[in-house]
C-alpha cells in the first residue's frame, strides 16, 4: 500500500517561516521524483517545488528564492522548507511522488498552510 504523509501545515503570519515534511511508504523512494504542489479554493493546482534523486531542484516561479526542497533517501522523506511567507502562499499542499518514464504517480492527502495576520 503506497502513502505519502503530509505534516507540517498551520497558521503562520507573513513574513514567518514553515517547515512541511512528507513521509513514504510503500514505494521505491530513491527513484521516484518527490514534490510539492498546493491547490488553493478556486484555483488550478500548481507546482510548489520538485526534486529528483539527482540533479537539481525546480521552483514554481512564484516561491523561487523563498522555499527549498530537500530529500532524505534513507528515510523515504521529502521536505519543504519555507521562509517569508505571503499570503498567497496560502492553500492546501500536497506531497507527490513521480516515477519519471512510468504511470505512477501518487498524491498525499494534503496539509493546510495559511498565512495570515
Known amino acids: 500500500q503506497v502513502q505519502l504523509v503530509e505534516s507540517g501545515g498551520g497558521l503562520v503570519q507573513p513574513g514567518g517561516s514553515l517547515s512541511l515534511s512528507c513521509a513514504t511508504s510503500?514505494?521505491?523512494?530513491?527513484?521516484?521524483?518527490m514534490g510539492w504542489y498546493r491547490q488553493a479554493p478556486g484555483k488550478e493546482r500548481e507546482l510548489v517545488a520538485r526534486l529528483a534523486n539527482s540533479g537539481g531542484p525546480d521552483y514554481g516561479d512564484s516561491v523561487k528564492g523563498r522555499f527549498t526542497i530537500s530529500r532524505d533517501n534513507r528515510k523515504g522523506t521529502v521536505y519543504l522548507q519555507m521562509s517569508d511567507l505571503k499570503p498567497e502562499d496560502t492553500a492546501v499542499y500536497y506531497c507527490?511522488?513521480?516515477?519519471?518514464?512510468?504511470?505512477?504517480?501518487?498524491w498525499g492527502q494534503g496539509t493546510q498552510v495559511t498565512v495570515s495576520s
Open positions: 507527490n511522488a513521480d516515477r519519471v518514464r512510468y504511470n505512477q504517480i501518487y
Open positions: 510503500g514505494i521505491l523512494f530513491p527513484v521516484y521524483t
